[in-house]
């Protein structure tokens, strides 16, 4: 990991503890959008044991818990853990406060599911996190997630000539914070996944999202006991 990428992972850790307490408004402003993506969700493979990646409050965690047998919740910041804990009884959800970039799967999942966090994995960590999530899938497991698409670069302050793909965001105390911003397009994406070693459906949602399920080509999948 280069000076670069680690100096924008460290902001955008920072800026995720320190909206904590904002993080769900976006939920309400944005009910248009959930009224969209929410039928999509339902319609992913999320099946038995379950991994979220960067749980955030749980807004997803809640939804994830009556479809998963158990579900293992992951996020960098303490803060929104502990909104996620009290928005989701802790019986039905293991929590786990790890930075992704360092942490490493223990056992195996039959889904990984991750919503707006894939736009945040810098490119040059790409394939490592995709090898990550490969790592953590049981035989015949998928991975499945809901992100931004190219569409949602019009409402964000996109930095230029930054090392790192970035945007600008604003807290309620003023405070400007760098987060990673990645807009895949869908296409392009399958392509690129392909090259890391696996394949599925990636599509766009309207204007603004993408949704996939993707699963490591055999020839990628490492042998393990369960």
Known sequence: MGPDVETVLREQIAYYRARAPEYDREYSERSDDM???????????????????????????????????????????????????????????????????????????????????????????????????ADALAPDGKAVFIDNGPGEAAIEEVLAGEAVPAVRRRLDDGSEHRVVKVFHEAGQFVRDLREWGWSGDVRPVGPNFIAGTVEPTIGSRVPQTR
């Open 35 to 133: 009224r969209l993506l929410l039928p999509v969700f339902e319609e992913l493979p999320v099946v038995g044991d379950v991994l979220e990646l960067a749980c955030g409050t749980g807004q997803w965690t809640t939804l994830l818990a009556p479809r998963a047998r158990p579900l293992t919740a992951i996020d960098a910041a303490p803060e929104t853990i502990a909104i996620a804990r009290e928005r989701v009884a802790p019986a039905k959800v293991e929590f786990v406060c790890a930075d992704l970039f360092d942490w490493r799967p223990g056992r195996r999942y039959d889904t990984v599911f991750f919503a707006f966090w894939l736009s945040h994995v810098p490119p040059s960590l790409a394939p490592g996190f995709w090898q990550n999530v």
